[in-house]
């Protein structure tokens, strides 16, 4: 049983969310320093994200299959770039079965080098494209500053690995799983994101250009919440990676990447937690109602349990996720607590005055006035009452969401402007020359804001570059990140 | 695209298994020995066995949860038994980040020890039990003779872990399970199981008693193809996994584990494939329906697509899972065996005679000669019939595994039988003290015969050890194994 409290948002924003993890049992420290253990209800929520991706890669025309964890180190070492970019990061195995391997074999950073090899052997023709292929797995980073679910040893993720014919046509898959995580986080996490391309130096390691969705978290921090990744003919050439066209011509594909991981989950709880805990996205919720039976003794408890199941009953018939709190030990006071802090977003609460009315009191996490969130519906057709009333709490979280994030969005023109915009916490969106010397100076001038993107949606123009002044074509947006 | 011919099952079963693997495009060899690529098709076939289980253990209580995949060198060594068993297979990562790790990691082999950590943590009191959890994870065995899907250095598996207050509730757990794993493979699976207990010398490393289900391949080998084990208070002890009971007493807890592995992918395929190819249970299979469109030029096919269309729309609505193969540039005939290879449980035929007459010719993987295997459905109703008869596929493939597993079942009283059964390559039902010294004059006398299991289903007696003539209460099953 967990304790209620957890430490306000507004008091201290990182123990906050490290209580909030801990206490609302989403995940908790392993032995091994820097892994994590998710628990039920963290990969009840992970699962959530699984299913709402899966459906849209499959709506997409992407199968899912199993590439190996572990990698030849040799592997690795044929793309320049990709091997420097991950060479520090990796985990190594140098004995198996209790003798010392020939071959060192890495275990899996990102699988662009493994699938390559295979993409080289089953590709052939033009008719073999394009070749459409995601993989749900865990993965490993050596990170020195883990913290959980944002950035841990050890993270579950999906990998999208695709061929294609044409360069055209890798960008546009490359924009489209882009759209999908932008689809997915609006709509199923109900988290405003922004869509744009990385600088040269955020770029993945072997990258052509990469993208990314950037969403604000309550303490207005960005994180980015996927990758997707245009890698021109760069894995093509280092894995040989050919198909012969339609002109009798060999030719190297083009293939792209793009992932999600468990790191979500962790930009659903800061995007939406409040002072009290968790607020879950109804779409994602593990449960998305709490029933709690209300009674002194037990007389009321046998007036009120037929109601409570028969209200039960036809919630999970009109497919609502519910579940009943009757855990006899407990208040009802501290079971309001316990699920306000693990995020539901409805609690319905039934006593004998609701079995006599013919009510239930259902009471909205997403509003935070007591009054205001409380509402008292009839038994007779709550099935109808408390589907709609999800939506409109999916709904508002991501208005709540919204409106935070641009009232803390700025457009600015000079560099004093975009320093004291930094300095007071927000987002600047100025005109950049895409250098790294620029970027660079940005972090120590700012104490560490990096560029996030050059926005997708921006209006074609002109100006200048914030700290050289060069005349430049795009705005990127720059914010201290997670 | 995959060429159509594999080497026939009564030809070489050994070679016709590798054979359909991979022109079936369910698997590929990895660039690390012994590992495996689980290609789309192959993935599909292991999401519908997922998908199965995980439904019915969501059904039995359980939750899903995710553990990491690196363990502490020292944490095996807790439990003797368990490291000895183990200690052979381990892959060990002695690097990370670029240096040398102060205490090397193994890549899981299994999860007890990281579990039983986690839950002598999170276990306090009576009120915390049963703890109900399974993940979905991959594991490393270092194994020396690897198989595609039946024996891989790295799977994919499930593993449960369930921590009680009383030995009988682990017991009833661990029989429990087994049931799920039964149900699922007769019912979804199509194959027909003993469920039984292992021998001590067959136990899993760390249990008290171990539990399987066993299948008979095409070739009459068994296969191990899922097992659960009664931990008693092994890793309790080991990784003190207390509660504190009614009585206020602190309790070491009683714990069990199971595992089912995508060696049930390759199960599927040896318990069911014929000489031309898989035959997938309607279940389980990727693709239920594969329509295929004939025409002869443009005309045809204009005046066949419409219909195609309107059946395979029908089908879906209907919750069939259709693939639709108007690839251009192949003939129906070639289709037809490549669907039969891949083992698709119903080919619908729509040609211009059928868009005239308003029938399909519908054409069963199940029946091998021709005429009996084929039926000509109207398409009104097509939304009833074909579902219908993937009922009637799925029965009939457990009926014919049935039919061929209990012809090759024998019952002995006499070692001289009892070679002679297992010389025939059939399974010997014999009394057997469980001594491994019995056991291994079996596998020498009979080049490799091990002990299945004592199948739960036998009536209370007593008869003579077929080896000592040592008086005792149950027999075992025998056989030639994978």
């Not at 201290?12 to 253990?37: F, H, N």
């Not at 999916?394 to 320093?419: E, I, P």
Request: proline share 5%; charged share 25%; hydrophobic share 40%.
């Amino acid at each position: 049983m967990s304790s209620q409290s957890v430490t306000p948002r507004s008091v201290d924003y990182s123990r906050w969310y490290t209580d909030v993890i801990q206490k609302a049992e989403l995940a908790d420290y392993a032995p091994v320093r820097g892994c994590m253990i998710i628990r039920p209800y963290g990969y009840e929520l992970w699962e959530g994200v699984r299913s709402g991706l899966d459906r849209r890669f499959k709506a997409t025309g992407h199968q899912n299959a199993y590439f190996p964890l572990f990698i030849p180190m040799s592997f690795l070492q044929k793309e320049a770039e990709h091997v420097e970019g991950f060479a520090p990061e990796l985990a190594v195995v140098t004995h198996g079965g209790g003798k010392e391997l020939e071959e060192p074999l890495v275990v899996r950073p990102t699988s662009e080098t493994v699938i390559g090899h295979a993409y080289a052997n089953w590709i052939q023709s033009y008719r073999d494209l394009p070749v459409l292929i995601n993989q749900w797995a865990n993965v490993v980073r050596w990170e020195l500053r883990t913290r959980l679910f944002l950035r841990t040893m050890e993270f579950l993720w999906q990998e999208g690995h695709t061929a294609h014919a044409t360069y055209e046509e890798a960008h546009e898959e490359t924009l489209r799983m882009l759209d999908v995580y932008a689809d997915f986080a609006i709509n199923d996490a109900a988290i405003p994101v922004i869509r744009g391309r990385k600088s040269d130096q955020e770029r993945f390691a072997g990258a052509v250009y990469s993208y990314s969705i950037e969403a604000m978290m309550g303490d207005r921090r960005a994180l980015q919440a996927g990758t997707s990744h245009n890698l021109g003919q760069n894995f093509a050439k280092a894995f040989d990676i050919k198909y012969l066209d339609r002109d009798n011509e060999l030719k190297y594909c083009w293939t792209t990447s793009w992932g999600l991981s468990t790191r979500m989950v962790g930009a659903v709880v800061m995007a939406h937690g409040d002072d009290k805990g968790l607020r879950l996205p109804p779409v994602l919720a593990p449960y998305q109602v709490v029933a709690v039976p209300i009674y002194r003794d037990d007389a009321e408890r046998s007036a009120v349990m037929p109601t409570v199941e028969k209200v039960v009953a036809e919630l999970r018939d009109a497919g609502v996720r519910v579940h009943v709190d009757d855990r006899a030990e407990l208040t009802p006071g501290f079971k309001f607590n316990d699920w306000e802090m693990r995020g539901v977003p409805l609690r319905a609460e039934i006593g004998p005055k609701d079995v006599e009315k013919g009510t239930v009191a259902l009471v909205r996490r997403d509003i935070d006035d007591r009054k205001q969130a409380k509402l008292f519906a009839p038994q007779a057709g709550i099935a109808q009452t408390v589907p709609a009333l999800l939506g409109e709490i999916q709904a508002s979280l991501l208005g709540q969401a919204t409106a935070f994030r641009d009232a803390h969005l700025r457009v600015v023109d000079t560099y004093d402007d975009f320093k004291a915009v930094i300095e007071a916490g927000d987002w600047a969106l100025a005109y950049y020359d895409g250098s790294a010397a620029v970027e660079d100076q940005i972090k120590a001038d700012t104490g560490g804001a990096s560029s996030r993107c050059f926005p997708l949606d921006q209006e074609p123009g002109e100006g200048a570059c914030i700290v050289t002044g060069k005349k430049v074509a795009e705005r990127a947006w720059f914010a201290r990140a997670y």
